[in-house]
Structures are given as structure tokens and as C-alpha cells.
């Protein structure tokens, strides 16, 4: 075991203890959220065949990639229980290890560590995240949901087409000033949220692979929808979404969903992942629970 802060170890090209986490526990990811919003120590904890991205702040562990931006966290590489119970097992008495946003796998091969550690976890549940599991075809997955919500996705749309016109959906990356602007343009904690950080954090996630920026444009070609996404083989991964307040009446922010998930459907994409959140609309639109655990001790 060796611990270190060297970003380039081949360590991020092990397979994430938990399937299906997107790019969260990358390098990629992880680089930019240190860039722009680390804090402590960097603690890349590898093996042979395991990688834990952590870090340190005062006395406290925790994976690289803060709670509210990171929606999932894993341990890395077949070999990630024994590593976690060498790292636990070599800490200093009095370190508290807080590490949240495990979906049940990951959490397993984390308690599953620390108690090789000989030291007692706790594991509480953290929040859940919201993923949809897509049949092959647009008239399948309509016909998997609720008479009721069939019929309100097919009535915005409908909406919208009356109000602006046709929708199209595009993939820009070069538009995010537009994805900027109609996030500040909103009212409450979502209008303050795109500070000019912020904004320089979405720009450098840009430049993580699969990230994709798509948009719900006009016949004009305005913008009045927007996604910041990750796509991968087995599906999408929608991290966030904004959409012009003022044609919040012809439901944008709902059409771009719909969009998305077709175009998901279309190339054959079997999983749209909603992430973390409890919204009602997502489970309204296909999707099931899944928790995540946040797991705790002290050395």
C-alpha cells in the first residue's frame, strides 16, 4: 500500500466497486472537483489492484468529491476491501473516517474493511438516487408508465408545440453561457447556485469524457431548455438542468426530459439515471429508488 497525491496513477483505470456510478469516482471528475472545490490533504490510498481517491481535512476522511456534487462515491479495483482494511488499520487513534454517497456494493466492500480493520462502522442511509431502466422502444416505455403520466407527458408536449413550435434537441457544447444564463435567470437557491465558480467548475467538467451539454432549442435556434449530462454505453446520467424561466408555461424543463430519454432510447441506451434527489416527477417518469449509504467510524 502506498499513499500518495500523484493524479496520473493508473489506479482510476480500475473498474468502481459499484456498477453503473458514471464518471464520479474518475479522475476526471474528481480532478475538477479538487480544482475547484477541495479542500485538506489529497490521499490517493493505492495497491496493486485497488484505488481509494480520499482526502484529509483536520481529522476527518472522506472520498474525494463533496456529498452535494458528487452523487456517487466507490471504491476502485478488485482488491479495494483488503486496501481499506490496511489503510483503516495504519491511521492514527482518533481519525474519523465520514464516507457517503455508497450505493450498496460499494458500502459492502467498505464495511466489509473496516471491520477486517478490527474497528466498528456505522452505516445509515444517506439519500437515494433515481434510475430509470429503458425497454427498447419509445411506445414501450410510454406503456410502462402510468395512464395518468402517459397522458401528461404527451399534453406538455402538445403544450409546447402550441405555444413555441416544434422542439429540437441539440448537442453544443460550445453554448454553455446559454446553460449559465437560464440557470441565474431562476428564482431562490437554484438562481444563486451558478456562481462565476460554479460556472468555471460546469466549463472544466466539459472537458471530462462523456460529458455532454444538450439543449431544447426553437426553430429559431434559441435555447430554452438545457442538460449538463455524462453518457456512457449503458445510458445517461443527468447531473443537471435548467430551462428559461420565461416560457415556463409551454413546460421546457419537461420536453427536454422526455427528448433526452427518447434519444436515450433511440441509440440504444438502457438506463437513464435521474441521480441523486428524491423528486417526485422522476418516479413519475419511470424511475426506482436507489440508496445510497453513508458509512462512519473512528479509529
Same mark, same amino acid.
Given at each position: 500500500?502506498?499513499?500518495?497525491?500523484?493524479?496520473?496513477?493508473?489506479?482510476?483505470?480500475?473498474?468502481?466497486?459499484?456498477?453503473?456510478?458514471?464518471?464520479?469516482?474518475?479522475?476526471?471528475?474528481? $480532478?475538477?472537483?479538487?480544482?475547484?472545490?477541495?479542500?485538506?490533504?489529497?490521499?490517493?490510498?493505492?495497491?496493486?489492484?485497488?484505488?481509494?481517491?480520499?482526502? =484529509?481535512?483536520?481529522?476527518?476522511?472522506?472520498?474525494?468529491?463533496?456529498?452535494?456534487?458528487?452523487?456517487?462515491?466507490?471504491? +476502485?479495483?478488485?482488491?479495494?476491501?483488503?486496501?481499506?482494511?490496511?489503510?483503516?488499520? *495504519? +491511521?492514527?487513534?482518533?481519525?474519523?473516517? *465520514?464516507?457517503?454517497?455508497?450505493?450498496?456494493?460499494?458500502?459492502?466492500?467498505?464495511?466489509?474493511?473496516?471491520?477486517?480493520?478490527?474497528?466498528?462502522?456505522?452505516?445509515?442511509?444517506?439519500?437515494?438516487?433515481?434510475?430509470?431502466?429503458?425497454?427498447?422502444?419509445?411506445?414501450?416505455?410510454?406503456?410502462?408508465?402510468?395512464?395518468? $403520466? =402517459?397522458?401528461?407527458?404527451?399534453?406538455?408536449?402538445?403544450? /409546447?408545440?402550441?405555444?413555441?413550435?416544434?422542439?429540437?434537441?441539440?448537442?453544443?457544447?460550445?453554448?454553455?453561457? *446559454? /446553460?449559465?444564463?437560464?440557470?441565474?435567470?431562476?428564482?431562490? =437557491?437554484?438562481?444563486?447556485?451558478?456562481? =462565476?465558480?460554479?460556472?468555471? /467548475?460546469?466549463?472544466?467538467?466539459?472537458?471530462?469524457?462523456?460529458?455532454?451539454?444538450?439543449?431544447?432549442?426553437?426553430?429559431?435556434?434559441?435555447?430554452?431548455?438545457?442538460?449538463?449530462?455524462?453518457? *456512457?454505453?449503458?445510458?445517461?446520467?443527468?447531473?443537471?438542468?435548467?430551462?428559461?424561466?420565461?416560457?415556463?408555461?409551454?413546460?421546457?424543463?419537461?420536453? +427536454?426530459?422526455?427528448?433526452?430519454?427518447?434519444?436515450?432510447?433511440?441509440?440504444?441506451?438502457?438506463?437513464?439515471?435521474?441521480?441523486?434527489?428524491?423528486?417526485?416527477?422522476? /418516479?413519475?417518469?419511470?424511475?426506482?429508488?436507489?440508496?445510497?449509504?453513508?458509512?462512519?467510524?473512528?479509529?
Amino acid at each position: 500500500m502506498r499513499v500518495h497525491a500523484d493524479w496520473s496513477t493508473e489506479g482510476f483505470d480500475l473498474a468502481p466497486a459499484a456498477e453503473a456510478v458514471g464518471p464520479f469516482p474518475g479522475r476526471g471528475f474528481l $480532478q475538477s472537483w479538487w480544482r475547484h472545490r477541495g479542500d485538506g490533504e489529497v490521499l490517493l490510498v493505492e495497491s496493486a489492484d485497488a484505488l481509494l481517491p480520499l482526502h =484529509r481535512v483536520g481529522n476527518t476522511i472522506r472520498f474525494l468529491g463533496g456529498a452535494d456534487l458528487t452523487d456517487y462515491h466507490s471504491p +476502485l479495483g478488485p482488491g479495494a476491501a483488503d486496501l481499506v482494511a490496511a489503510f483503516v488499520g *495504519d +491511521l492514527d487513534p482518533g481519525i474519523r473516517l *465520514d464516507l457517503d454517497s455508497l450505493p450498496p456494493e460499494a458500502a459492502e466492500v467498505v464495511v466489509s474493511g473496516i471491520g477486517r480493520a478490527g474497528v466498528s462502522s456505522s452505516s445509515d442511509h444517506h439519500e437515494v438516487a433515481a434510475v430509470a431502466d429503458l425497454p427498447a422502444t419509445r411506445e414501450e416505455y410510454l406503456a410502462s408508465l402510468s395512464s395518468k $403520466q =402517459r397522458h401528461e407527458v404527451r399534453r406538455k408536449r402538445r403544450r /409546447f408545440v402550441e405555444m413555441l413550435g416544434e422542439p429540437h434537441l441539440i448537442r453544443d457544447r460550445e453554448r454553455l453561457a *446559454d /446553460f449559465v444564463a437560464m440557470h441565474r435567470s431562476a428564482e431562490g =437557491r437554484k438562481g444563486r447556485f451558478m456562481t =462565476r465558480e460554479m460556472e468555471e /467548475f460546469f466549463a472544466d467538467l466539459l472537458q471530462v469524457p462523456g460529458a455532454t451539454l444538450d439543449l431544447l432549442t426553437l426553430e429559431s435556434g434559441r435555447a430554452v431548455a438545457a442538460a449538463f449530462g455524462f453518457e *456512457d454505453d449503458e445510458g445517461v446520467y443527468l447531473y443537471n438542468s435548467a430551462y428559461d424561466s420565461t416560457v415556463g408555461a409551454a413546460s421546457p424543463g419537461a420536453v +427536454l426530459v422526455d427528448e433526452l430519454i427518447s434519444r436515450t432510447i433511440a441509440r440504444g441506451g438502457r438506463r437513464f439515471d435521474f441521480l441523486k434527489g428524491d423528486e417526485v416527477y422522476k /418516479f413519475r417518469l419511470g424511475a426506482t429508488r436507489r440508496p445510497l449509504t453513508r458509512v462512519e467510524a473512528v479509529r
